[in-house]
Nanobody
Framework: VDLMQTGGGSVQAGGSLKLSCVHSEDPYNEYYMAWFRQVPGEKREGVAVIGNDGTTTYIEPVKGRFTISKDNAKRTLYLQMNRLKPEDTAMYYC??????????????????????????WGQGTQVTVSS
């Protein structure tokens, strides 16, 4: 599975950016997809997850500002980021994992946001928010 990311860049606080991630394989709709971010010297953290059924989950700091979505026909994952803050500055990565890993554990928040739950990763794209 290849994940190819586009988007990102630099923006002032309060601005918006949109990230995209194209997934190379079908059936795309049988994967959990996620966005993670990482600041140099810190652990990679989960930001948003979308299940194969379209259920979305967000970490608290981005709720109401970020929206994860996907287009199954285009095999593309998106992250719309609005009202960006300087603390959102990071390298952003998309990730994918067959839904089998999460089957029967739909309420397991930690599993969804665990770096180790995902096998396939995008190349990363930088998001920089200036104050």
């Amino acid at each position: 599975v290849d994940l190819m990311q586009t988007g990102g860049g630099s923006v002032q606080a309060g601005g918006s950016l949109k990230l995209s991630c194209v997934h190379s394989e079908d059936p795309y709709n049988e994967y959990y997809m996620a966005w993670f971010r990482q600041v140099p010297g810190e652990k990679r953290e989960g930001v948003a997850v979308i299940g194969n059924d379209g259920t979305t989950t967000y970490i608290e700091p981005v709720k109401g500002r970020f929206t994860i979505s996907k287009d199954n026909a285009k095999r593309t994952l998106y992250l719309q980021m609005n009202r960006l803050k300087p603390e959102d500055t990071a390298m952003y990565y998309c990730a994918a994992e067959p839904e089998l890993r999460f089957r029967g554990q739909s309420e397991n928040y930690n599993l969804r946001f665990d770096v180790g739950s995902y096998t396939h990763w995008g190349q990363g794209t930088q998001v920089t928010v200036s104050s």
